[in-house]
């Protein structure tokens, strides 16, 4: 599909809609006909209430395009759905549709590949491709409710790419997600995770969007994160920590620590006890009455072919647990949907890769 110079429909807002409709001579009501429509997932090409000399115009100027599904895994053990979308120049991205007993969630990719170079990450591995836009984002929810047939009430940007390195699209397609003529998805059923890009946690906490924030550690000294996270080098665990602090100062959103555990890397129970502290003396400093609420997500690594990583075994996951229990810190170990369909983002749009 050619899209150069065309604008892209779906990563409009309505009073952007409606400047369009305006510098084509069109009513500016239109606006209101064509955005809660592509929401849907249907194009405002194939409206009936919209005549044919409009929608010529409207082709002159503009296009709409939906992610297609190229392929789709279902997971036999608990439905778990994975999805490799096509864009329109050819791209592929993957999204999760995962059903839990609150609602359907579903976990997007933010760019094509991702230049982050976690070393235990597939996504990585080839860097980064381009940014998805706004469109792309909220098109990867939109085909998957079309394809499944299921209502999707909860996102997590958890997929392909670094969202916090492709900052404005982002925003731009949180505006959308969260509109109430489209598909209106509130805030606090949005989370963002993010391998730690300070200064855009700084600006995310002066928005107005109340979205649950994830982030990326994975070790508890700067050292051993440096040594599988590049990005550590230029911000710190101190850093870090500091921002996320004031995150939740500004937002009074709670805040989830990833943590994957790799054998012999980051799993022993010293870096346990060393993340503990670390998180009690950064988030909840003695002098101040808030109590920060923290949470540890623990995941045994993936294995990513290219990494050689392997994951921490079941005793050494659940000493670590323990011991970050002991010392008042909430932990789980994540309950691992899609295990027989490789749902961790990444692995499939390698595997297609590697195929052509
Ligand atoms: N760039 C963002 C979001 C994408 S990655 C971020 O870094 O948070 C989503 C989560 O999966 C991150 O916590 C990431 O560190 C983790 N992850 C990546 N590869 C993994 C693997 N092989 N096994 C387990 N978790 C992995």
Redesign the pocket.
Known sequence: MNTTEKTDLLSLLPSELEELMISMDEPKYRATQIFPAMHKGISPFDLTNIGKSTKQKLDERAFFFLPTVKRKLISAIDGTIKYLFTLHDGNCVESVVMKYKHGNTICISSQVG?R?G?A????TIGGKIRDLSPSEMLGQIIAAELDSGEKISNVV???????LDNYANVIKFLKLVGHEKGINIGYRHISL???GLVNRIDDLAKESFPITL?I?L?ASDDETRSAIMPVNKKWNIESLLTACRNYYKATGRRISF?Y?LISGKNDAPEAAARLASLLNSSLRPKNESESFPIHVNL?P????TE?G?SASDKAAVDKFAAILEKRGIRATVRRRLGADINA???QLRRAEENIQ
Do not use: D, K, L, W
């Open positions: 991702c982050m976690c235990f990450c597939a996504s940007m958890m997929g392909i790419g670094e969202p995770s993010t391998c994830s990326s994975h990833e994957t995941i690594v993936n294995p990513v990494t990583f961790s983002c990444g």
